[in-house]
Structures are given as C-alpha cells and as structure tokens.
C-alpha cells in the first residue's frame, strides 16, 4: 500500500496542522474558562489522530479551531499552511459532527449536494461526486431516501459522505459515533478505517472512548482539562491493516493501557 | 373504518350542541310568549308555547331551524348580486380579507427576516410589534377607516388594512421563530462550506421555518377575517359580513345576526382547511412528511 511507503522518514509527509503555544480562554459568568492551554501539535499528511480525554478538556474546541469555529486567544496555529480562516475559505477540511445534521427536506443525495451546490460545482459534476461517495460509505441507492427513512447510523454515514464530497484532504470528526449503539460503532469504524486507507485523507477525530481511539488511531493524543492540556501523545504500534480482533492482541492492550494511565495522571479529581 | 369512527365523537358532539341550543331557544323565548299571551288575555297551552318560542320573527335566541331557513333563503334563493344575498356579503368580506391576509403574511415575512438578520431590528422592532396587539382593535378601526377616507381611501383598501394589522403578526412571530430553529450544528456546517449570508438563508433557514409558516398563516386567515369584519362595522353598514351583524343588531334581526355569524364562521373554517391542506401538501412534498 503507497500508505506504508509514505510513512517510511523517506518519504518526509507534510505537516498538515501546526499548533504552536495554542491558548483558547472563554470568558463566562463564572469567570474565565481555560479551554486550551499551551497546546503544542503537529498533524502530519496521512495521520489519523485521536483525541481523547474527559469532558472539558478541549479536544472539541482544539478541532473547532482548526477548522475556525472559534479563535484562539494566543499562539499560532496553521492548516496547510494558511491560517485557519484562509483554510476553511480554500475548503481545506470536511466536518462532521455528533450529530448528523441532516436537512430533513433533502434527500440523501440533495443533502450531500448541499455543500458542492454552495461551492459552484456544475450540475454533472455534482452528480458525479455524489455517486462517488455514496459508493464509498456505502449507501449506494440510498440517494433518492429522505433522512427519516435511514437508520441512525445510516444518517452519520450520509453526513461523512457529505464531508467528503469536495474533495478536502483533511477530516475532522467530533464524536461522530458518539450517539450510535456499540455493534453499529464497531462497523462504522471498521468502514472508517478502510475509507481513510483507501482515499489516504488525513483525519482528525475527537472520542472519548479508548477502544475507539485505539483502534483507529496512528496517533492518539490524551488530554486533560482545568486547563485544557495535551498530557500525551502515542504513536500507534498497531498495524495499518487492522481486523476487528486486534483488539484482543497484547499490543493493542498495551496501548490501551497507556491512554488509561494518561487519562489517569492527568484527571483531577477535585 | 378510521372515518366513521372519527365521525362518531363529532356527531355526538354536534348533537349535544343542538339539543342545548334547542332547550335555551325555549327558555329564553318563553317570557315573550308569555307575555304575548297575557296581552291578549288567552290561555295557551304550555306544547303551543313552546311551539310558539321556535318561530318567533325576532326571537332572543333563534332555533338551529330559523338559522338554517335563513341562510338558505339568503344563498341559493337569492341571486348573488342581490344585496340581500349572503354571497354577495361574503364577498365583499373575503375580498377584504384576502388582500389584508396577503399584505399581512408579506409584512410578516419581511419584518421576520429583518429581525432575525439585524439585532437593532430585534430590540427596536419586537416590542413595537407586540406593543401593537395589545390595542383593542374595535378602538382603532374607526380611526384607521376615518383617517384613509380623509385622504380619499374607502372601501377595500382601509378594511384590508385593518385586515393586515391583525394578520402580520402571528406570521412575524411564527416565522422569527421558524427562521431561527436551525440548531448550532447547521449554521456550523453552513459556515464549514463558507456560504455566505444569501445561501444560508435560502438554503437553510427559509425551507426550515415553513412548518411554522403554514401554522402561522392559518392564525393570520382567521384574524384577518375578524379584522376585515370589524373594518366593516364603522363604515355605516354598507356592504359586508359585518355590516349584516350591525344591520341586524339596529333592527333587532337576530335570524340575521346569527346567519351573518355562521356565514363568517364557515369562511373562517373554510380559509383555515385550505391552508392546512396546502401546508401538508407542499411539506410532503418537501419531504417533512413521516
């Protein structure tokens, strides 16, 4: 797979995302939130990286800012080497949400249109891309459905397809099966991974499950809140080929292990 | 199977109204025939009486019949330019309140798109517009139709407005708010594309808000009616559902008043049906439709 040959030092991948002494502070009426603190990162080409850590530590407001939800208070931070703002306007990423959010007045198809429909893409063109990644989340001849009409799961693969529709190279997930039963989880993340060998897109995902994280990740990043902090970065040891049993092998146990430390250390508990 | 079932609750329910109608007409006639009785100095007997109380010329309360008799003699055995035609009236009244019902439902939108779009036209317009219910419109009307005729507006024209004030503001509040129920996820993802502010609205927030549309514009229909009827009543009684009920008030013709009354209600319904249908019609075929 070219992936493998990429990943070889040779062949040096591009960073995709440099966050540099990131700090994001709210201000409420409780008084300033500490979202993102000190926040060092890189995110190479070809990178799966997890974030994980408890509610509150800033993995969701770190993937808002990349894709320029929010503003951070100091430090730098550059998506394909643009600000976050020149990177959303050239359609650098494709979001997806917890939720599916798709508009109940469009069909599977004209929901997936939406996005190239507000970018100008022609008519043919447009029909093109929306055979094309209905084939690869595989809901081919669910175009013509409404919303209402699929599973849960169904909708979230609807919504990824939508994000993948303009071809950006970077996907960034929060929670995308967050509100999906374990067995329908457990095959969305093996379509995922196949998805993301095949089209070789770098993705940014926000979970807060380990096993999750684990299993998809070549990077998994633990992070810890009050302030919002990264506590560790793992690379994966895991093989790029990765069956559903894998998560019984001692390799991916070890890291597992690892996450739960991090999660631990950096846990108060006050 | 499902509409005689449906039926059944609303016959009964119709039956009961009747039957209640039936023994006040009685009650409340009864002292005329009473009186009538005494003035002659005969004796009627009590069924007689009661016979009597339901065909009354100008009863306290009608009988369902005398109504009946009376929107019948006015409709089908009357031409429809007559002016002692019930159509011919309620023309002159729906006139009024479709042009109101239009005016109002394009002065909604257009106060709604602007409050949701402008915070100054949030805290500047909103109050006003709330402020402006609070009015008794039988104190305004008056003024509203003496004003126009001043600068030479009469007729259609000042009723529908009357017409507009009441309708416009169930659709501002309906559509404020239908324009506003795409969740944060959506606006998110719209702002993820990079669409601008024109693609936003008519891609996300215009289809979102039409369930509300449709139930705001059934409210809008019905207040427009009373308000082209109330618009009616200070002209001198002319021409008009709401003419007729003060016609018959003047000269005591309560057959009329409650003929007049059934005619208006019966518009109102029939308005209301119209739009529920085009709103189920036009939202199946969105695809709101479960």
Redesign the interface.
Known sequence: MSQAADATPAAAPRSVIEARDLCLTFATNDGPVHALSDVDLTIRQGDFVSFIGPSGCGKTTFLRVIADLERPTSGTITVNGMTPEEARRARAYGYVFQAAALYPWRTIAGNIRLPIEIMGFSKPEQEKRIDRVLRLVELDGFGKKYPWQLSGGMQQRASIARALAFDADLLLMDEPFGALDEIVRDHLNEQLLKLWRTTGKTIGFVTHSIPEAVYLSTRIVVMSPRPGRIVDVIESPLPLERPLDIRESPEFLAVAHRVREGLRAGHSYD | MSWTRSLLPILTVVAAIVAVWYLSAVALNMPWERDQAARAGTEVAFLDRVAGTLAQDRPVLPAPHQVVAEIWKTTAEQKITSKRSLVYHGWITLSATLLGFVFGTALGMLLAVGIVHSRAMDLSIMPWVIASQTIPILALAPMIIVVLNAVGLKGLIPKALISTYLSFFPVVVGMVKGLRSP?R??L????????SGT?TFW??RW??S?PYLFASLKIAAAASLVGAIVGEMPTGAVAGLGARLLAGSYYGQTIQIWAALFAAAALAAALVALIGLAGRVTLTR???G?
Not at chain 2, 188 to 195: F, K, V
């Open positions: 969740d996820i959506q998110d993802l719209m702002r993820t594309w990079s669409a693609q891609k996300l289809p979102a039409t969105m695809g709101f479960r």
